[in-house]
């Protein structure tokens, strides 16, 4: 390519010296060489030591040229040796990701959040108000036949004022009605205060695993792209099931070898703009792994946050102490979860290991 160069500026030269000294619009005809063995007469000396200072010139030019290029070719290879390490520590930070968002999405499954609480505000869970009620009910059977709905039973509002009523208007002895009234009073007081409390945290625990599930199809989502480059087809379930890391990693390592430094560099038609191709689709799968790692980071706090919380909520019943011995075991049970929880968060499900030289070599190329 540099004597195709050189040969076409030679012709452009020549050209230009037959007809610098002619009247404008004309054309000089005149060959430049009279016969094979001899210049023109029409030719200087001065003419053709022009010529050569300017053909030398333009082929130190094309030189020059030449150097550029193959420059720039050895700085896409080199950003492509980097990116590949990139790359590379990506995948590794990709197949972590997805076994603690794995870990999240069991966490969330296993806790049971709904029937917990749903148990824990259901009055009709507890023996003991159960008995109560149905005593006072017997109570006021002699002066009433109305009785409640099974749905309205379940309402816990309506079944305490109907608990209370009854207590109230029945004919039982008035020792036991008060008796058995302060026997559950710290039951109904705390179902009643907390209903709307523990409801919330029920809510907010379904919010945390639907963004679990999200970032799980998001994560899966970036693996099928982020290894496109390596022209894999396989899920990133499948990849960890039949444990095929090792398989990616030597794709990983073809790729290297294939644009890498044992490339003999020569200006070859496209291969330039091949390596520019290749660098930008990895330097856009790493921008949007660091994308996802930020997504997960901010979760992972909005997580802790959440249960920190939850906490709070629980620890902040007004007549905890007057009835520490009769509010039932599952709130123990449940604060004790949401500790387990805030701890997983802070440790297990966290990225920490990843804040410091990994995260490093993921968002910066190595230069050295």
Known sequence: MRHYYLTLCILIITSWLFNSEKPSGQFNHTPPFKDVGGLNSSYSENDLVRLHDMVYQLETNIMRLQSYVELSELANLRALN?????????????????????????HFTSINAFHEIHDITNLNNYPEFIAVRESFIDDTRQKSSVELPQFLQQNIFVTVGYTLLSSVFGDGAPAKRNEDINDIACLLDFTVSMQSDLKMI?????????????????????????????????????????????????RISRLSERHGFNKTLTIESGFNHQLNDVNTNVEFQISRLISLMEAYDTFISQGINYYSKFNIILDNYENENICVDQLPDEI??????????????????????????ELKNLMFANTN
Do not use: M, P
Not at 94 to 104: A, M, N, S
Not at 212 to 224: H, M, P, S, V
Not at 332 to 341: E, F, M, P, T
């Open 202 to 250: 029920y809510y907010e625990t379904t919010f945390l695993h639907q963004a679990t599930k999200a970032l799980l199809i998001r994560c899966q989502g970036l693996f099928k792209e982020y290894t496109s480059v390596l022209d894999y087809k396989k899920s990133i379930q499948w990849c960890r099931d039949k444990d095929e890391w090792d398989l990616i990693d030597e």
């Open 82 to 106: 980097s990116n590949l390490d990139r790359y590379r520590n990506g995948i590794d930070i990709l197949k972590l990701l997805y076994e603690k968002l794995l870990d999240l999405d069991h």
């Open 332 to 357: 123990q049970k449940l604060k004790q979860k949401i500790d387990l929880s805030i701890q997983k968060y802070t440790t297990a499900y966290n990225l920490a290991e990843l804040q410091g030289s």
